[in-house]
């Protein structure tokens, strides 16, 4: 869906969402000096696009033509649209944002917070890994890294005794590297095939084989189960 906002007016376009690998997010930590705030009236001059075909996921900039969006100078293609009018819409619907847009009123201005995926995507992410006997350590990454690699790379003992000889190497079908993860601000949720294989621990557990890391975090090594 591509959302056209020009002369006062919305339409939608609908067509097969391709989606560039450099508009998708491999990691959300977002940094408020990253933000790029406008306060502008319609028409906005702006063609939004799905992040992702049929997803909440957000709308980034497809095109900029005339209008007062233009006039600011400081967007251009590729921005996430992550705030509209104090509403937080990271990972809203297609919908959802376009009634945002659509009924703001034409005499005030519209308060928009867009950031570059870029800015998200890549730097550094610290790891505070609590270990099964309650100690802290510290673990120095970077975002859009794979969970369970840093953790064995930084000789976290991620694996119980008997796992360590029968895990299946990081493939997701074990379900032995199994951790707790809190503090993970804006980060995708785990997967149905992760809920499935988790079904005897708590929601905020995930398979650190499937997981990539999205900025600082916890993560609690070996969490017991919570049925048995």
Do not use: H
Not at 86 to 106: E, R
């Amino acid at each position: 869906l591509l959302l056209v906002i020009n002369q006062c007016t919305c339409y939608i376009i609908k067509y097969k969402s391709v989606l560039k690998i450099n508009n998708q997010l491999n990691a959300k930590k977002y940094d408020l000096n990253d933000f790029i705030n406008i306060s502008i009236n319609k028409p906005l001059g702006l063609s939004l696009e799905e992040v992702e075909s049929d997803g909440n996921k957000g709308l980034y900039i497809e095109d900029i033509d005339e209008g007062n969006a233009k006039k600011t100078g400081k967007l251009y293609k590729g921005l996430l649209l992550i705030s509209a009018n104090g509403v937080d819409v990271k990972f809203a619907s297609f919908d959802a944002v376009m009634d945002i847009l659509v009924n703001a009123p034409i005499d005030k201005p519209l308060d928009l917070t867009f950031i570059d995926p870029r800015k998200v995507e890549k730097g550094p992410a610290i790891i505070t890994v609590i270990t099964p006997d309650k100690k802290e350590i510290i673990v120095n990454s970077l975002k859009g890294q794979n969970l369970r690699s840093v953790l064995l790379g930084s000789s976290i003992d991620l694996y119980s005794s008997k796992a360590k000889f029968t895990n299946c190497a990081g493939a997701g079908q074990c379900g032995t590297c199994v951790i707790r993860l809190s503090n993970d601000i804006d980060w995708e949720t785990r997967s149905d095939y992760e809920s499935k294989k988790l079904k005897k621990y708590d929601t905020s557990t995930r398979l650190s084989c499937l997981t990539t890391i999205e900025g600082d975090c916890i993560v609690e090594i070996q969490p017991e189960k919570t049925v048995s």
